[in-house]
């Protein structure tokens, strides 16, 4: 059984900081490209930053420069730390595996920025 259990979240005032965790398991996850997507109110869920299975990252424009993402092979579980986060970052931030076109979700968790 796949899982991926994002964990992290909250409220934060612009400036702050806060790091997303997703720990996987039922998947390779060695030779999975992870990702983070989110999904802000009243919009589409967009790619926020994806780590391939060799450790090439990339990243929305939006987050170039505060967001970085990682990855531990050994804990089988991806990181989002993001700094001077923004009111604009508030969304739900899904996490996603994929593998040969085998893609999987986490349940998702809710970053809130205030102003």
């Known amino acids: 059984q796949v899982q991926l259990v994002e964990s992290g979240g909250g409220l934060v005032q612009a400036g702050g900081s806060l790091r997303l965790s997703c720990a996987a398991s039922g998947i390779i996850f060695s030779a999975s490209a992870m990702g983070w997507y989110r999904r802000a109110p009243g919009k589409q869920r967009e790619l926020v930053a994806r780590i391939t299975s060799s450790g090439s990252t990339t990243y929305a424009n939006s987050v170039k420069g505060r967001f970085t993402i990682s990855r531990d092979n050994a804990k089988n579980t991806v990181y989002l730390q993001m700094n001077s986060l923004k009111p604009e970052d508030t969304a739900v931030y899904y996490c996603?595996?994929?593998?040969?076109?085998?893609?999987?979700w986490g349940q998702g968790t809710q970053v809130a920025v205030s102003s």
């Open positions: 996603n595996s994929d593998y040969y076109s085998l893609n999987y």
